[in-house]
């Protein structure tokens, strides 16, 4: 499990440097806005939430007392105004070390304590899916993200479906490989491929029937709900 999880983040950063070595100069210097992010403003956002994440994986081996998460959008708003003005050199270094700040965390973490609930989530949902959700899943989500908001949604689907393979290997268990068909649902429907959407989707109910309300409610299946 461990090597997998360190294989997937590892995969995850790769995928990082690939986006930025594509960028165009134009690119590179685009300014975002809270609502629609940059590029640099993506690559800082997936930064601080390796950052957050290897902290609390630190407090889990410690007697440190477990962190407490802002709320979703008043972190990232704060991230966002944190480093909005930071130069690319000074971003890169953040995600060079916020990778390997994680990395060394997942590394050292036992194995008992990753399959462990994470204390901060009411889902009661162990560790190791915080570790792959935020050191992998949301970093390929908000590169996806750029890729859907300059009219490349195949890509997005293209890098969605190299991961696909490696994250339902994880975990044999209904709930995990529910959530890994969901996930891909969501960027076929972003790329305007609504049978295969729908295929994945019908895979994800199978093995959840509690995934379709909570479809109906989702607005990036609502082309496909």
């Not at 930071?86 to 060079?96: A, E, I, M, P």
């Not at 590394?107 to 570790?131: G, I, M, Y």
Request: with cysteine; hydrophobic share 40%.
């Amino acid at each position: 499990m461990k090597l997998k999880l360190l294989d997937l983040v590892e995969h995850a950063y790769r995928q990082e440097q690939i986006f930025i070595q594509s960028l165009s100069d134009e690119e590179r210097s685009g300014v975002g806005t809270l609502e629609r992010w940059s590029a640099k403003d993506t690559i800082a956002q997936i930064a601080a939430w390796k950052e957050r994440a290897a902290q609390v994986l630190a407090a889990l081996q410690s007697d440190q007392p477990g962190l407490d998460f802002d709320d979703l959008n008043q972190f990232n708003a704060r991230i966002f105004k944190e480093h909005q003005n930071l130069t690319w050199n000074d971003v890169l270094d953040k995600s060079r070390q916020a990778y390997r700040f994680l990395w060394e965390q997942t590394e050292a973490t036992p194995d008992d304590v990753l399959a462990v609930p994470e204390p901060s989530d009411r889902h009661n949902e162990p560790v190791w899916w915080f570790v792959v959700g935020v050191g992998c899943n949301h970093s390929l989500g908000h590169l996806a993200q750029y890729h859907i908001e300059q009219g490349n949604a195949t890509l997005a689907v293209e890098m969605q479906e190299q991961v696909a393979g490696p994250l339902l290997q994880l975990d044999e268990g209904p709930d995990w490989q529910s959530l890994v068909h969901y996930g891909l649902a969501i960027y076929y429907a972003a790329a305007g491929q609504p049978e295969k959407a729908i295929h994945v989707l019908h895979e994800a109910f199978r093995l959840n029937p509690g995934l379709v309300e909570r479809s109906k409610e989702d607005p990036r299946l609502a082309s496909v709900c």
